[in-house]
């Protein structure tokens, strides 16, 4: 089992940054793939982005590629999304979630946070 808590969102001019957070409890944090996703209003949710085990690998989705970065630290039990260059269309409910194989797909991931909200003004 592993609980999830993010936090760092907020109001947000366009162009400005954020740093989400999400920490985690439970055992084995590092046996995860983690992820973070976002679900807009009437949207369904979407993938951000991924990042394996041991931070060797990330993925992202084209929408954020080169402006998000995600980040985390395995003995903090820890991951981040760093998002730059933020724009209107980033306006969601953020989310980080779990699992043990590594996907972008929603219904793959076991464990989820409860979100936190981004707010892009134009």
């Known amino acids: 089992q592993v609980q999830l808590v993010e936090s760092g969102g907020g109001l947000v001019q366009a162009g400005g940054s954020l740093r989400l957070s999400c920490a985690a409890s439970g055992r084995m944090f590092s046996s995860y793939v983690m992820g973070w996703f976002r679900q807009a209003p009437g949207k369904e949710r979407e993938f951000v982005a991924r990042i394996s085990w041991r931070g060797g690998s990330t993925y992202y989705a084209d929408s954020v590629k080169g402006r998000f970065t995600i980040f985390r630290d395995n003995a903090k039990n820890t991951v981040d999304l760093q998002m730059n260059g933020l724009k209107p269309e980033d306006t969601a409910v953020y989310y980080c979630?779990?699992?043990?194989?590594?996907?972008?797909?929603?219904?793959?991931?076991?464990?989820w946070g409860q979100g936190t909200q981004v707010t892009v003004s134009s």
């Open positions: 979630a779990a699992n043990q194989w590594g996907s972008r797909y929603v219904t793959d991931y076991d464990y």
